[in-house]
């Protein structure tokens, strides 16, 4: 079955995120965008997933475009820079590409944060379209516009709010993709579920099975739940003002898990670890009990996410990262905190000491006899 979510921008339609189970409906797709004028594209993606998907998604634009250019750098986290866009533009120069073309992020959040930031800077802006290849990336980097690419060491340092022209989902590609890839888009469903969502994390956990399993009408139902919830507070607040500021559970302690452990781990593989730190934080205030805290660190355990922290990293190390992330007003970290099942809040006053028991707890260890 397939599944149509139409996202706002200030009130106003923006942008279609379509839920299908192949390509087949791609090319109409497009063409019911009235880019009648889109005359040229350009399908911008990295080696894995150009071995996959290229020659089919290309061809089946070559039927509706009179040119289909590529443009392909090396798969990873590494490419998600200056150079690998200055290349890009150097193509898209090349073949006189201008505001009537098009280019397509044909793969995951690397390629579509890269190909929306060229997107957006090209000659002031052309139009692009988001086909995301991995779980993550469906459900959370391809909807909501923001692009951007890696500056020296700083991640996602430079970039701009640009809105696709559509959001074209085909889940069959999950079928593809490495478990642990899919693992660490899990995080950031079970994340929506938490924040917004409770009979949407009941589900999850109910249907834990046929998901590991990759049960393709299961999956539909969970991409199309979880993009629901990213499409609801990113129209609440476009440019992350205030309410966006919830998609971030989980990842203050998540990111700089992340960055200590340079890279090794994958981006939801740190989240489920930062995210069982700000539940554990929850239920020591009171807000969640002590049985909803112990089940959200089995549900990430049961998508196969391990919660636990590494004892090699230093816990005051991890605090002070916290504190280099862009999360910071001023001296105060922006902390996400659950208040119940579904219903997550910023909290402000998230002490050092409060962060330092949740790191503690997940390293197994046991502070001042705190701990569960
Ligand atoms: N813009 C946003 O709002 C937002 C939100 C979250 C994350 N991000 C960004 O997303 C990036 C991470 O995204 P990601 O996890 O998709 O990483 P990714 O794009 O590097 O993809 C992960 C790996 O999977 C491979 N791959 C992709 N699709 C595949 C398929 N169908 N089958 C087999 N292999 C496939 C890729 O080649 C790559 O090796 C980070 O740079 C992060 O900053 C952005
Ligand atoms: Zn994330």
Avoid at 219 to 240: A, G, H, R, W, Y
């Amino acid at each position: 079955m397939a599944k149509d979510l139409l996202v706002e921008y200030e009130g106003k339609p923006c942008y279609e995120i379509k839920i299908r189970d192949s390509f087949s409906e791609l090319l109409p797709a497009m063409l019911h965008l009235n880019l009648n004028a889109a005359r040229r594209v350009c399908i911008v993606t990295d080696s894995n997933v150009s071995k996959l998907y290229l020659s089919e998604v290309a061809s089946i634009l070559s039927e509706g475009f009179s040119e289909v250019k590529t443009f392909e750098f090396p798969e990873g986290e590494s490419s998600k820079n200056l150079s690998v866009v200055e290349k890009l533009y150097g193509e898209l120069i090349k073949w006189r590409f201008d505001r009537n073309d098009l280019l397509i992020a044909l793969g995951g959040g690397v390629t579509g944060d890269m190909t929306g930031f060229a997107a957006a800077t090209y000659l002031r802006g052309i139009d692009f379209i988001q086909i995301p290849t991995t779980l993550l990336s469906q459900v959370d980097s391809s909807i909501g516009g923001k692009t951007g690419v890696d500056y020296m060491q700083y991640k996602n340092m430079v970039g701009a709010f640009y809105m696709p022209k559509l959001v074209f989902i085909n889940t069959s590609v999950l079928k593809t993709l490495p478990n642990e890839q899919f693992a660490s888009g899990m995080a950031e469903v079970i994340k929506h579920g938490l924040i917004r969502n409770k009979i949407y994390y009941k589900w999850l956990r109910d249907n834990f099975q046929k998901i590991n399993d990759k049960d393709p009408e299961t999956l539909e139902i969970m991409i199309f739940e979880s993009c629901q919830v990213k499409k609801e507070v990113v129209e609440n607040d476009p440019t992350e003002k205030g309410e966006r500021a919830v998609l971030n559970f989980g990842h203050t302690i998540g990111h700089a898990i992340e960055k200590l452990s340079d890279f090794s781990l994958y981006h939801g593989q740190c989240v489920a670890k930062g995210s069982v730190c700000s539940a554990y934080i929850s239920y020591k205030r009171g807000y969640i009990s002590m049985e909803d805290y112990m089940q959200i660190v089995d549900t990430f355990e049961e998508f196969n996410l391990d919660t636990t922290i590494d004892t090699k990293l230093d816990v005051e190390t991890i605090i002070e990262t916290t504190k280099s992330d862009k999360k910071m007003v001023g001296d105060k970290i922006k902390f996400v905190t659950l208040h119940g099942i579904g219903r997550a809040y910023l909290d402000m006053d998230v002490s050092d000491e409060e962060m330092l028991y949740s790191i503690a707890n997940a390293m197994g260890l046991s502070v001042d006899g705190e701990g569960i």
